[in-house]
């Protein structure tokens, strides 16, 4: 019989993605893939997974799953209150399960997104040889969509398991408002120089229908200069997008390949994750860095990631005290004479 | 053919100068821009419009580098009149990068694409194509004649995108533009064959939205996973010709496709 993980509750939106489908843009196929990157490696090291292993992407309330193994190891990187069996236990750290536990992960306390790690993956097949999921075209991951109550997630057999790990302090909460770095272009020569103050200028908020393939901010109109169309070219991650009604709109892992609207600027890669775990109503400033610093931010945020990871360890033993096991050790062994020279 | 470009500069209040990008180091005619998509995207952008010319620079530049692959590349993504190419600066430098694409410039450009030419069977109106009547009825034509005409062409293959598997086309008889609908559809019929604009556009297997006509239905299945390393099967630069088949072909061709056969035949095989 295969392990499994049964799906008792799917949450508000939960799907498989690893680090994306890469290298098929040019046949209009979406990389798709975790938001949050930082947290998806997190997540793999507590388990012992490959950093680019696939696991669950939670959306804000998340699902409850029974499992149908022997051990389950599994890790939240994220700031969700979990539970087992309805007793809490940490997220940031992997626990061990047995068959008939269920794993809950409730309501995110702060941010957005945290990653579910199994240890030893998820047996999927993948498509362009990634598991992960793009809703919009029934791409990847399990069937194509989100979790739902009774779905049957097929589990990959883990080699047997060592301490358990837990990164401990977690990361810090993310700010409710913050400031994005931007590089120019690839049009940004489209907006007078009236546009450049207004997108530069403006506390952005979060709009509630931003999603995976965009994120949407409310404020003025940014003013263009040449129209808000251009002849469909080529989209990064981070291209900041500014349709006809010029309020603009961040894209992100879901997006399309192509499109035709100018875009201003583009947020640099050290300061994406921030719109994975953007609330609505959270406030967004733009700050415009050259090529240079948006290279150096990179590297540093790669820099950063990786002392993380250095930080995960084997959890400290906190549990009570065994009296019995106390008493039989010879803790007071080796005593000597009050009286003798205890240099002889 | 696009010429010299003027840098465009946009002075912000307090002096602050944004730059599209430095001016071409080389004068001459068809220098392409380099723009910069965020620090790890570098745009190679040959003209402003839907040209074959602009676009026959595109694909070979394409070609050129997915052959050269520089280590730090990710991806390309080649469309109507840019290249968009996807690295890791931390492994590539953006100068280096710059330096590849412009000696590949250099010592391909003139060079003639290997062409490749489908012929695709489409089975026009009723239940394959709901907008045909309609088409016909804007342009004083019938729907007998909007088929000869649409078949009648030789289209281009400019870009993929929008959608995994959707095809651009250019080459549209001027007669058969049609504005897109001011309804978009969100979910259209498989393998539809449509017309947007002065484009005309081929769907993959699968719905996805879509504001254009649709005039038929192709069996040949544009995209599929399954088809592994390449699982397009038109590449920008192939030429097209369409031609009709009944309904009962179009089932058989369909469950054959569906089998994994390739039901469009390559006139010109170059591989």
């Not at chain 2, 676009?55 to 730090?72: E, H, I, K, Q, T």
Request: proline share 8%.
């Amino acid at each position: 019989m295969a392990d499994t993980l049964a799906v008792v509750d799917g949450g508000l939106l939960t799907t498989v993605q690893d680090l994306g489908r890469w290298g098929y843009q040019n046949a209009g196929v979406s990389p798709a893939g975790a938001m949050d990157r930082d947290r998806l490696g997190i997540a793999n090291a507590l388990v012992g997974n490959d950093p680019a292993e696939a696991a669950l992407e939670i959306t804000l309330s998340g699902p409850a799953l029974d499992v149908a193994a022997d051990a389950c190891r599994l890790a939240l990187a994220g700031d969700f209150a979990v539970t087992v069996n309805d007793r809490p236990v940490p997220a940031w750290t992997a626990i061990d399960l047995c068959r008939g536990d269920r794993v809950r992960v409730l309501a995110a306390r702060t941010g957005l997104r945290g990653y579910l790690a199994v240890a030893g993956g998820f047996a999927l097949p993948p498509t362009l040889g990634s598991l992960s999921t793009h809703v919009r075209t029934a791409t990847g991951g399990a069937d194509g969509r989100a979790l739902a109550a009774g779905d049957v997630l097929p589990l990959r057999a883990a080699r047997p398991a060592g301490p358990r790990l837990a990164l401990d302090p977690p990361p810090p909460a993310p700010e409710r408002k913050r400031t994005v770095r931007v590089m120019a272009g690839p049009q940004g020569a489209f907006f007078p120089a009236a546009g450049w103050e207004t997108f530069l200028g403006t506390d952005w908020v979060v709009s509630p229908r931003s999603d995976r393939m965009g994120c949407r901010l409310d404020g003025p109109a940014i003013e263009h200069a040449d129209g808000f169309n251009i002849v469909s070219d080529g989209i990064v991650e981070g291209s900041i997008q500014v349709p006809g009604s010029g309020l603009p709109i961040v894209l992100l892992v879901d997006r399309q390949s192509t499109g035709g609207y100018a875009k201003i600027a583009t947020v640099i890669g050290a300061d994406l994750g921030a719109f994975a775990q953007a609330r609505p109503g959270d406030i967004v400033r733009f700050e415009r860095v050259d090529d240079e610093t948006a290279v150096q931010a990179r590297r540093e945020a790669r820099d950063a990631f990786e002392r993380t990871l250095r930080r995960i360890a084997p959890l400290r033993d906190t549990g009570p005290p065994d009296v019995d096991a106390l008493f039989a050790a010879n803790l007071a062994g080796g005593a000597v004479s009050a009286t003798a020279d205890p240099f002889d | 053919m696009s010429g010299q470009y003027v840098t465009p500069v946009v002075v912000m209040k307090d002096g602050e100068r944004i730059v599209e990008e430095p001016a071409p180091t080389a004068a001459g005619e068809g220098t392409p821009r380099f723009l910069e998509a965020g620090e790890g995207g570098l745009v190679v952008e040959f003209g402003d419009a839907i040209d074959p010319d602009v676009n026959r620079r595109v694909v070979a530049l394409d070609r050129a580098l997915s052959m050269a692959r520089p280590r730090g590349v990710v991806e390309t993504v080649p469309t109507y009149r840019s290249l968009l190419v996807v690295f890791d600066p931390l492994v590539l430098a953006r100068r280096d990068l710059r330096t590849a694409v412009e000696d590949l410039l250099a010592h391909h450009v003139g060079e003639a694409e290997p062409s490749r030419l489908w012929r695709v069977p489409v089975c026009y109106g009723g239940e394959h194509g709901v907008d045909l009547v309609d088409v016909a009825a804007r342009h004083g034509l019938t729907p007998e004649e909007v088929v000869g005409l649409h078949a009648g062409a030789e289209y281009r293959v400019y870009m993929i995108g929008f959608n995994p598997g959707f095809v651009y086309l250019g080459g549209l008889p001027e007669r058969l533009r049609t504005s897109r609908r001011p309804d978009p559809r969100l979910r259209i019929p498989p393998r539809s064959v449509s017309i947007g604009g002065i484009q005309a556009g081929l769907c993959p297997p699968f719905e996805m939205p879509s504001g254009w006509h649709l005039i038929g239905q192709t069996p040949v299945r544009t995209f599929d996973p399954a088809r592994g390393e390449e699982p397009m099967l038109f590449r920008p630069g192939d030429r097209i010709r369409f031609h009709p088949v009944a309904p009962a072909d179009y089932d058989d061709l369909a469950r054959a496709a569906d089998a994994g056969h390739v039901v469009a035949e390559r006139e010109d095989d170059d591989g």
